[in-house]
């Protein structure tokens, strides 16, 4: 019984502390800037995320930026990733990937 209940106890404990990817939404703003929007609908607490967005320029370079965020039950929080010159070089992808806890 003793077994069972330790069991129980290091499984719970797991699921607990497990990560999960939530899904972010982006949107571009005229190849100046993307915003990319992490939502917290899946908790009734609040989750830490690890959110990594990643922009693409017209002419392949990439602009990263990486934020930790904790994100209250019913929330969202944005990242922004910014091209260093639009008018010649104009964002054209943009996408994001979130680790919660």
Do not use: H, W
């Amino acid at each position: 019984m003793k077994k069972l209940t330790l069991l129980v106890c290091l499984l719970s404990s797991i699921n607990v502390f497990s990560y999960n990817n939530v899904q972010a939404r982006c949107f571009l703003q005229s190849g100046v800037q993307a915003i990319c929007e992490v939502c917290n609908f899946v908790a009734y607490r609040p989750i830490r995320c690890d959110v990594v967005t990643k922009g693409q320029t017209s002419r392949g370079f990439y602009y990263t930026s990486r934020n930790l965020v904790q994100i209250n039950p019913g929330a969202c929080m944005n990242t922004y990733v910014y091209a260093q010159n639009p008018a010649l070089d104009p964002l054209v992808f943009a996408n994001a990937q979130t680790y919660c806890q």
